[in-house]
C-alpha cells in the first residue's frame, strides 16, 4: 500500500512540477525541495537535532515559542525549521535567525527527497504542524529513528472522508507519530477517529496565542509613523493580511469614511507583498493618494501600502482600529489575535473557517464581526464617534489574549518526554 503512495506522489510530483516552479508560494529552493543541501545550509554535530517544520510563515510563528523553551532544557540542542512557502523561508530568516541553527525549504514528499533530507538532517525530533502530515517523510524519519510528533494539531471536518479513503489506500501514516497534541478536544476526537493510538493523543491548546507580539514601547510606533508619513494626530485604519478581491471593497468603505472623518488614513498590508503595485493601481483609480513602505521618502499619502515582511505585528501599533483580512473573501481568515496583542480592536469578516477558536476567543472581548462592508462602515462610523469605546476595547482585546496563552509550555514538557532517551 505504501508502494502505490511512492508511484502516486511521483506522478502527481511529475504533473505538478512546472506549477510549483513558476508559483510564487514555491518557485525558489527547488535543489532544497528535492532533498540536496550544500555545505553551510545545515549546522553540523549538536544533540539533540530537533526539526521544527510549518508550511508558512504564521506556522513557523506559531512554532517559535517553542524554540527558547526547548533550548532552555537541551542548551546542545540544533534546531532547524522548514516551511514550504518562499515568504515562511524570508520571515525564518528576517525574524527567527538569532532562535534557530538554520532554516531550510522542506523536501517534496516524495520517496528519493525525504529520505535524502533526513540524512542531511538527522533528526532526533521531528515536529509537524497543524496538518503537515506527510507520509514519505513520516515514514523516512520514523524508519532513521526519529521520533514524531504534531502540535497545534487540527483535522478539518469537512476532510475526515479524504483522509480515511486515502489512509486505508496507502497505511496509516498516524501510527508512525509518537505524539499528538491537539489543539481543541475536537480536534483530539477527529485524529483518534482516524486511527491515532489513544495513549499518544493530548489537548494542550494553541502555541499561537504565545506567539503574539506584545508592544513594546512608543519609539518604534513613531519611527514607522515618520515611515509612512503620517501625522501624530491623524487616525489610523489598518487593514492586515488582505487578499485578492478585498481591496477594492475597502476602499469604497475608506472612500465613505472620509466624508465624516477626513484625518482617518489607510494602511492596507497584503498579504503577499508582490500584490503592492497593483493595488497602489487600486487606489489610484478610486482617486486617492498611495504611498509604498518601501518609498525612501514618502509623500504624505491617503493610502499606504505595506510592501515590508516582518513590520506588520509593529504597523499595528499604530493603528486606532484594525481590519483582518482573508474573511471578504473564501480564504477563511488571516491571524486576529495578532492585532488584538497590540491593544487594538479588531473587526474581520464573516469567512473566518480556519480561525473559529480565535473568534471564539475574541468576539465580544474587544473583536468585532461584520457581515458586509456597509456593516463595517456602520460600525466603524460608531466606533470612530466614541474615542473612549474604541481605548476599553482595544484595552479588552489585549487582556483576552493574555488569558489564552500557555500552550508552547505544555508541548515542551510533552516533547521532553521523547527525547530523554536521546
Same mark, same amino acid.
Given at each position: 500500500m505504501r508502494l502505490l503512495y511512492v508511484l502516486l506522489s511521483y506522478l502527481v510530483f511529475a504533473i505538478a512540477?512546472?506549477?510549483?516552479?513558476l508559483h510564487r508560494k514555491t518557485r525558489d529552493g527547488l535543489r532544497q !525541495?528535492?532533498?540536496?543541501?550544500?555545505?553551510?545550509?545545515?549546522?553540523?554535530?549538536?544533540?539533540?537535532?530537533?526539526?521544527?517544520?510549518? #508550511?508558512s510563515a504564521g506556522d513557523l510563528l506559531a512554532l517559535s515559542p517553542m524554540i527558547d523553551r526547548l533550548r532552555a532544557r537541551f542548551p546542545g540542542a540544533r534546531v532547524i525549521l522548514s516551511t514550504i512557502t518562499n515568504t515562511g523561508y524570508l520571515m525564518a530568516k528576517e525574524r527567527l535567525a538569532g532562535k534557530i541553527d538554520a532554516v531550510i525549504f522542506a523536501p517534496w514528499d516524495l520517496w528519493g527527497a525525504t529520505r535524502r533530507a533526513i540524512r542531511a538532517v538527522k533528526p532526533s525530533l521531528l515536529v509537524l504542524e497543524y496538518?503537515?502530515?506527510?507520509?514519505?517523510?513520516?515514514?523516512?524519519?520514523?524508519?532513521?529513528?526519529? !521520533?514524531? #510528533?504534531?502540535?497545534?494539531?487540527? *483535522?478539518?471536518?469537512?476532510?475526515?472522508? !479524504?483522509? @480515511?479513503?486515502? *489512509?486505508?489506500?496507502?497505511?496509516?501514516?498516524?501510527?508512525?507519530?509518537?505524539?499528538?497534541?491537539?489543539?481543541? &478536544?475536537?480536534?483530539?476526537?477527529?485524529?483518534?477517529?482516524?486511527?491515532?493510538?489513544?495513549?499518544?493523543?493530548?489537548?494542550?491548546?494553541?502555541? @499561537?496565542?504565545?506567539?503574539?507580539?506584545?508592544?513594546?514601547?512608543? #519609539?518604534?510606533?513613531?519611527?514607522?509613523?515618520?515611515?509612512?508619513?503620517?501625522?501624530?494626530?491623524?487616525?489610523?485604519?489598518i487593514a492586515g493580511s488582505t487578499h485578492e478581491g478585498e481591496e477594492e471593497l475597502l476602499l469604497q468603505?475608506? &472612500?465613505?469614511?472620509?466624508?465624516?472623518?477626513?484625518?482617518?488614513?489607510?494602511?492596507?498590508?497584503? !498579504?503577499?507583498?508582490?500584490r503592492a503595485e497593483r493595488i497602489v493601481?487600486?487606489?489610484?483609480?478610486a482617486g486617492l493618494s498611495a504611498g509604498l513602505r518601501s518609498s525612501r521618502?514618502?509623500?504624505?499619502?491617503?493610502?499606504?501600502?505595506?510592501? $515590508?515582511?516582518?513590520?506588520?505585528?509593529?504597523?499595528?501599533?499604530?493603528?486606532?482600529?484594525? *481590519?483582518?483580512?482573508?474573511?471578504?473573501?473564501?480564504?477563511?481568515? &488571516?491571524n486576529i489575535l495578532e492585532p488584538a496583542a497590540q491593544g487594538r480592536p479588531v473587526l474581520f469578516g464573516p469567512h473566518m473557517e480556519n480561525f473559529r477558536d480565535s473568534v471564539q476567543v475574541l468576539v465580544g472581548r474587544g473583536g468585532i464581526q461584520v457581515n458586509d462592508p456597509d456593516h463595517l462602515h456602520r460600525v466603524v462610523t460608531e466606533l470612530l464617534s466614541q474615542?473612549?469605546?474604541?481605548?476599553?476595547?482595544?484595552?479588552?482585546?489585549?487582556?483576552?489574549?493574555? &488569558?489564552? $496563552?500557555?500552550? $508552547?509550555?505544555r508541548n515542551v514538557d510533552c516533547l521532553v518526554g521523547l527525547l530523554k532517551p536521546a
Open positions: 512540477l512546472p506549477v510549483l516552479c !525541495r528535492l532533498g540536496f543541501y550544500r555545505e553551510g545550509d545545515l549546522p553540523s554535530g549538536g544533540a539533540p537535532r530537533i526539526w521544527l517544520h510549518g #508550511a496538518t503537515e502530515i506527510w507520509p514519505n517523510l513520516i515514514r523516512a524519519a520514523h524508519r532513521s529513528g526519529a !521520533r514524531l #510528533a504534531l502540535t497545534n494539531g487540527r *483535522f478539518s471536518p469537512a476532510a475526515m472522508g !479524504r483522509y @480515511k479513503l486515502l *489512509f486505508t489506500l496507502i497505511g496509516n501514516p498516524l501510527a508512525d507519530i509518537d505524539l499528538f497534541l491537539m489543539r481543541e &478536544q475536537d480536534e483530539a476526537e477527529r485524529v483518534l477517529a482516524l486511527g491515532a493510538p489513544r495513549e499518544r493523543v493530548f489537548v494542550t491548546g494553541n502555541t @499561537k496565542f504565545d506567539a503574539l507580539v506584545p508592544p513594546e514601547g512608543a #519609539a518604534e510606533d513613531a519611527d514607522l509613523r515618520a515611515a509612512f508619513n503620517m501625522p501624530a494626530a491623524a487616525r489610523v485604519w468603505v475608506y &472612500q465613505r469614511l472620509l466624508h465624516d472623518f477626513a484625518d482617518l488614513r489607510l494602511v492596507i498590508a497584503p !498579504r503577499y507583498i508582490d493601481s487600486l487606489i489610484h483609480a521618502n514618502p509623500s504624505a499619502a491617503q493610502v499606504v501600502v505595506l510592501d $515590508s515582511i516582518g513590520e506588520l505585528a509593529r504597523a499595528y501599533r499604530l493603528a486606532t482600529f484594525v *481590519f483582518v483580512g482573508g474573511s471578504f473573501t473564501t480564504r477563511g481568515g &488571516q474615542p473612549e469605546e474604541l481605548r476599553l476595547l482595544g484595552e479588552l482585546a489585549l487582556a483576552t489574549v493574555g &488569558q489564552v $496563552s500557555g500552550a $508552547s509550555e
